[in-house]
Every structure is written in C-alpha cells, then in structure tokens.
C-alpha cells in the first residue's frame, strides 16, 4: 500500500486531464488565432461524462502551450425550514450562508498525449455555520462529535487535488488515467457541483449519499479506456467520510474498489452503471466503528441546447446502498434504495426554472429519529426554482432567484415535522462564469 500511495502523488504532480482530440473545440488565442481546445464538453467531474450537447461556462486563457480554465459556483442565500425537529436540536430553523466552490484547470500537449492539473476549492468550512445547510431530510458525515442530519454538511477546503493522464492506443481508442489526493472515483453519475440540472440549485439532494457522495474522496487512482460512445474504468480509492476538521486532506489506504461503464449514443444522451465497494465509508456513532458499503448506481442525462442561448438538461438516477446499520444496541442488515431526477429549462440564457423529485428509504438512526431503533422509513423531498440572470461582467454572471421545498415523511414521524410535509423556502444570489469567456 505504501508503494501504491508514492505512486498516487507521483502522477497527482507529474500528470494531468486530457481528452480525445476528436472531442476538441476550437478558442482564439490572445492574437486571435484558433487553437484546439483541450476542454471537451463532455467532461463533468472526475472522470464522469456528460453529454456532448453541454454549453461550456468559464474563464479560458492561452498561456503558452498551456490552457487554463476557471469555472465556480457561489450561492450566497437565505434559508427557511420550520420544523420542531430544529428546535429540538438546538438550531434555529433559518440560516444565512454560503455555499461555493471555485476551480482551476491547466492543461498542455506533450508527444501525443495530452496532461495537466486540477485543484478546486471550497470556503464552506467557513460560510456555513451549525454544521451545515439547512435541508431536511439530509443526512451524512459528523460535525461536532455527531452525525449529521437535516443538514447539507459543509464541502472541505479541498474538494479536488487531483491530474490525469490521456493518451490514445489506437487510432479510435484512448487510455486514462486520473490519480489525486483528493478526487472523484468512478462511481455515479457527475457530482451534483457539476452537473448541468443542478447548476442553478443551491440546495443539495437528500438522495446524495445514495448516489454521488463520492465525488470527494481523500486519495485515488481511476485508469480506463474509452472511445467515442463507450468508456469502461476502474478505481481505487479511500471512501473513508472526511472528519470534521475541514481544512485538513483525510488521507487513508485505498482499499475501496469501484467500475463504472460509460455509454452516450448521441450527443444529447448519456448513460453511466456503476458500482463499488467502500470500505469503512459510513460513519456511526461513537463509539462504533464505521461501517462498509456496497452501492450500485444507474443514470442518464439529457442535454438539449435551445435557440438564443437555451438549454434543456435532465437526470435521472437510482442508487442502492446496501450494509450493516449500526444502532445502540446492535446492528442490522439493510439494502436502501433511492430513485431522483432533477431539470432545469433556460430561456434566452436568461430566466431558468428548475426542479427535482426525490424518493428514497432511510435508516432511522439516520435521521436521528432513535425511538425507532431498527425500522427504515420512506422519505421523499420535491423542490422548484426560479433564477433571473440580471447581467454579466467580464465573463462573471449574477443571477437573483428563490426555491421553495416540500419535505414529506411517514404519518409516524409527522410529529417530529410539524406535519407530513414540512416546507422550506431559499432566496439566494448566484454569481459565476458565463458562457465560455477567453481572455
């Protein structure tokens, strides 16, 4: 393992993301002249696709034979859930915060490979207060000695540490590899930072941990190969949840597995399955140890472009989850699926409406219902949301708009909501890049 970690950080420094030349698209350099792109449109996070019908939205600059691009998403937002079970806990039931995120990519040809680096950050360690985002129902990783629930937990500083490596075997074939100390394995679809129908949501899927909570992971290697429809690739990572020292990297052995098969038949269509073992994953109540996860995972994604500027995107997921839950006094095998799809439409590039349906069971313990011991519950949350885009500034786009949420739970935990559907409300302002801006 120790020979397995040197060579994690040797490639994190020494190589980086590439992609098809097939797949390049074409910027002006700053005398004006084309160059080929070497960031596709099918990329997402990690090494996870999307479809090639994806506007692209950053900051491109020409350095040499280095291109950069900058690309962020800040929410600055007001928060309001009722609930008892907020004042129960010892929270108020509305919060003012952030979330965020901002990331760099550096990108270069060498020979007939292609290699750079990626880092992203986050400064929710500091801009969301009371162990996270208010969002009922939520739930995952610890704060304060406890588990998290009813809240979105804060992203660490270091959401992505991380370089890949592209290099064609053939004339239509690609090899992959992709190593960091903080990464994405390939595991679900995009994570719901990068995906294009959560783009304009400041509010996090309560399905997330059934579906794409590995889209930070402290330590991996991913290697694949790929074509222009298919891509088949393997990782190896440390699933280990981060603690709650959000400025530190969560290093650990990487003895979790995971493969994911890639498929996208048109340039509107994507399709990924998936599934992984993750070793130690979960974190339990002290002082238990953390538990083991088998998940397995299936998505597709629909992206249509519009005239004037629209766009159209649509996924679909259902994730499983299946181990041994822990409770005070013993523990229980349990296998909880989740099923949700979420879309956005944007007119003129202008006025966005957006929306997602979740349903999914949860382990009680999970939602710190512990009267309930062993029984699982099925829970589900709807939302829909508005986003105006007021302007643009240098490639920086700021939009004013507000969600509303519809948490709805069992007639026996209606108590503990002040009601079978509990509602919440976000007013929020978001200011990231716009459509591919070059400087």
């Given at each position: 393992?120790?020979?397995?970690?040197?060579?994690?950080?040797?490639?994190?420094?020494?190589?980086?993301?590439?992609?098809?030349?097939?797949?390049?698209?074409?910027?002006?350099?700053?005398?004006?002249?084309?160059?080929?792109?070497?960031?596709?449109?099918?990329?997402?996070?990690?090494?996870?696709?999307?479809?090639?019908?994806?506007?692209?939205?950053?900051?491109?600059?020409?350095?040499?034979?280095?291109?950069?691009?900058?690309?962020?998403?800040?929410?600055?937002?007001?928060?309001?859930?009722?609930?008892?079970?907020?004042?129960?806990?010892?929270?108020?039931?509305?919060?003012?915060?952030?979330?965020?995120?901002?990331?760099?990519?550096?990108?270069?040809?060498l020979?007939?490979?292609?290699?750079?680096?990626?880092?992203?950050?986050?400064?929710?360690?500091?801009?969301?207060?009371?162990?996270?985002?208010?969002?009922?129902?939520?739930?995952?990783?610890?704060?304060?000695?406890?588990?998290?629930?009813?809240?979105q937990?804060?992203?660490?500083?270091?959401?992505?540490?991380?370089?890949?490596?592209?290099?064609?075997?053939?004339?239509s074939?690609?090899?992959?590899?992709?190593?960091?100390?903080?990464?994405?394995?390939?595991?679900?679809?995009?994570?719901?930072?990068?995906?294009?129908?959560a783009?304009?949501?400041?509010?996090a899927?309560?399905?997330?941990?059934?579906?794409d909570s590995?889209?930070?992971?402290?330590?991996?290697v991913?290697?694949?190969?790929?074509?222009?429809?298919?891509k088949?690739?393997?990782?190896?990572?440390?699933?280990?949840?981060?603690?709650?020292?959000?400025?530190?990297?969560?290093?650990?052995?990487?003895?979790?597995?995971?493969?994911?098969?890639?498929?996208?038949?048109?340039?509107?269509?994507?399709?990924?399955?998936?599934?992984?073992?993750?070793?130690?994953?979960?974190?339990?109540f002290?002082?238990?140890?953390?538990?083991?996860?088998?998940?397995?995972?299936?998505?597709?994604?629909?992206?249509?472009?519009?005239?004037?500027?629209?766009?159209?995107?649509?996924?679909?997921?259902?994730?499983?989850?299946?181990?041994?839950?822990?409770i005070?006094?013993?523990?229980?095998?349990?296998?909880?699926?989740?099923?949700?799809?979420?879309?956005?439409?944007?007119?003129?590039?202008?006025?966005t409406?957006?929306?997602?349906?979740?349903?999914?069971?949860?382990?009680?313990?999970?939602?710190?219902?512990?009267?309930?011991a062993?029984?699982?519950?099925?829970?589900?949350?709807?939302?829909?949301?508005?986003?105006?885009?007021?302007?643009?500034?240098?490639?920086?786009?700021?939009?004013?708009?507000?969600?509303?949420t519809?948490?709805?739970?069992?007639?026996?935990?209606?108590?503990?909501?002040?009601?079978?559907?509990?509602?919440?409300?976000?007013?929020?302002?978001?200011?990231?890049?716009?459509?591919?801006h070059?400087?």
């Amino acid at each position: 393992m120790r020979s397995l970690f040197r060579f994690l950080v040797l490639t994190t420094f020494l190589t980086v993301p590439a992609i098809s030349a097939a797949q390049t698209e074409h910027q002006h350099d700053m005398t004006g002249h084309k160059v080929a792109s070497l960031f596709s449109t099918r990329e997402a996070s990690g090494t996870a696709w999307q479809p090639d019908e994806t506007p692209v939205e950053g900051i491109h600059k020409v350095a040499g034979p280095w291109q950069v691009m900058f690309h962020g998403n800040v929410f600055g937002e007001f928060i309001y859930e009722p609930g008892e079970i907020h004042r129960t806990g010892g929270f108020s039931t509305h919060q003012l915060g952030s979330t965020n995120w901002g990331m760099v990519m550096a990108r270069r040809p060498l020979g007939r490979a292609t290699f750079g680096l990626r880092g992203m950050l986050s400064l929710e360690p500091w801009t969301l207060r009371d162990c996270g985002a208010l969002n009922l129902l939520a739930t995952g990783e610890i704060c304060e000695g406890d588990t998290i629930h009813d809240r979105q937990h804060p992203h660490d500083l270091f959401m992505e540490l991380a370089a890949h490596y592209d290099r064609p075997l053939t004339q239509s074939v690609h090899l992959q590899i992709y190593s960091g100390l903080a990464g994405e394995p390939a595991l679900g679809p995009p994570g719901f930072p990068h995906r294009l129908s959560a783009l304009d949501n400041p509010v996090a899927p309560i399905a997330h941990h059934w579906i794409d909570s590995t889209h930070i992971t402290y330590g991996l290697v991913t290697a694949g190969v790929y074509n222009a429809r298919w891509k088949g690739e393997v990782s190896i990572f440390n699933a280990r949840e981060p603690d709650d020292r959000r400025a530190a990297l969560d290093l650990g052995p990487l003895d979790s597995i995971a493969g994911r098969v890639s498929f996208s038949p048109t340039r509107r269509l994507t399709f990924q399955v998936s599934a992984g073992h993750l070793n130690d994953a979960e974190t339990e109540f002290a002082p238990q140890p953390n538990t083991d996860i088998t998940r397995v995972t299936a998505s597709a994604m629909y992206h249509r472009q519009l005239a004037d500027g629209g766009v159209w995107a649509t996924t679909a997921v259902v994730g499983v989850n299946s181990g041994t839950e822990v409770i005070p006094d013993g523990s229980f095998d349990a296998t909880t699926p989740a099923f949700m799809i979420e879309s956005k439409a944007t007119i003129k590039n202008r006025d966005t409406w957006f929306g997602r349906i979740e349903i999914m069971d949860k382990p009680a313990h999970d939602l710190h219902v512990h009267e309930f011991a062993a029984s699982i519950f099925t829970v589900g949350k709807l939302q829909a949301g508005y986003v105006r885009r007021v302007g643009a500034w240098k490639g920086i786009a700021t939009g004013i708009g507000g969600t509303a949420t519809a948490a709805v739970v069992p007639s026996i935990l209606a108590p503990r909501y002040e009601g079978r559907i509990a509602p919440g409300v976000t007013v929020f302002v978001n200011v990231r890049p716009a459509r591919t801006h070059v400087m």
